[in-house]
């Protein structure tokens, strides 16, 4: 039987940690399992900065953004040596296995401790959406709600102004926030790493949209780590007929209360990830698919092959 579980957040924060916090902790307590809180990730673990949680010490965290335990990257985690530090300090305080909620990072960390005897379930918390193994990630449907509302108020001057906006958003190597958001605000171009960047083609485009379809304005919505978006925007001032201004939306969008969706999605994985501890299940990561909460081992979700967007770019362009 279960006594004694541990609860982290570990990379980049996202909206809905702190409702899957919650849910783990009174999913737990419910069943009289005592749940420990970790600080700032792995970090925490190593350095034993854990402390015991009743169920008013996730009181009024629900509807908050960002994560009360903290979060922190360790890339010294992939080091066997830093994780038997983990490992021991889990055993000094009594805490026998570990819901982790994080991006693939922190999944590489939930499996080797795994395989060292501590069961971990991974719960995917990112706004990227890059986890393969769940439709949704928790955060992502709030920040791209965040990267809407700044894009329609992007729109409002930039059509004021005869302006085409550049406007960068995050998600890694994922183009998920940038397509989701450009179909979503009905932007004039998208670009991702699945569509690759060819800024004569972007010129091109913008010219066409200026001249023949007599545009007011434009909105080209481009994922972080393609390219530097004020230079694109100084170029497209040049050689069309819009005046080009960037905005990249940076940490921005990962905060904010998270959305309704979010948090539903948050309690129902927090709640499934202490179901699959008690079991004994352990090496697992929580997803949601076709709206229903399940689970896969963590090795076979890291290999999963990305789902293309393709048909959502096609059905973009039919709409331009
Ligand atoms: O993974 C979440 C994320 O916000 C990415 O979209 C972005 O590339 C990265 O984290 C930024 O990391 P940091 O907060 O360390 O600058």
């Not at 927090?270 to 179901?275: F, L, S």
Request: net charge neutral; glycine share 10%; proline share 2%.
């Amino acid at each position: 039987m279960l006594k004694r579980i541990g609860v982290l957040t570990s990379g980049g924060d996202s909206p809905g940690m702190n409702a899957a916090i919650r849910a783990v902790t009174r999913s737990a307590l419910s069943q009289g399992i005592e749940v420990v809180a970790i600080e700032d990730g792995f970090k925490g673990m190593v350095e034993g900065s854990m402390y015991l949680m009743n169920t008013r010490s996730v009181s009024d965290i629900l509807y908050r953004g960002g994560t009360i335990l903290g979060s922190a990257r360790l890339p010294e985690f992939k080091d066997i040596e830093v994780r038997k530090v983990a490992v021991a300090k889990l055993k000094e305080f009594g805490v026998e296995a570990v819901v982790v909620i994080g991006g693939d990072g922190t999944y590489r960390g939930a499996m080797a401790l795994t395989d060292m005897g501590i069961n971990c379930i991974g719960l995917p918390g990112t706004i990227d959406n890059d986890i393969v193994s769940t439709d949704y990630t928790i955060g992502f449907d709030t920040a791209l709600n965040t990267v809407i509302q700044n894009i329609d108020k992007l729109r409002d001057t930039s059509s004021s102004h005869h302006r085409c906006s550049v406007v960068e958003v995050m998600g890694n190597k994922c183009g998920d926030l940038a397509i989701y958001s450009g179909l979503s605000c009905g932007a004039e171009i998208i670009v991702t790493q699945e569509t690759g960047y060819d800024e004569q083609e972007v010129l091109a485009k913008l010219r066409e949209l200026d001249m023949n379809r007599k545009k007011k304005h434009a909105i080209v919505v481009i994922s972080e780590k393609i390219t530097d978006v004020e230079m694109l925007a100084a170029k497209i001032s040049k050689a069309t007929g819009f005046s080009g201004r960037s905005t990249v939306l940076g940490h921005i969008q990962r905060g904010g209360s998270p959305t309704a969706f979010d948090r539903v999605l948050a309690t129902r994985m927090g709640d499934y990830a202490v179901e699959l501890l008690v079991k004994g299940i352990g090496g697992h990561c929580v997803g949601m698919v076709h709206n229903e909460i399940t689970s896969f081992p963590i090795e076979e979700a890291l290999a999963m092959p990305k789902a293309s967007r393709k048909a959502l770019f096609a059905l973009h362009q039919r709409l331009i």
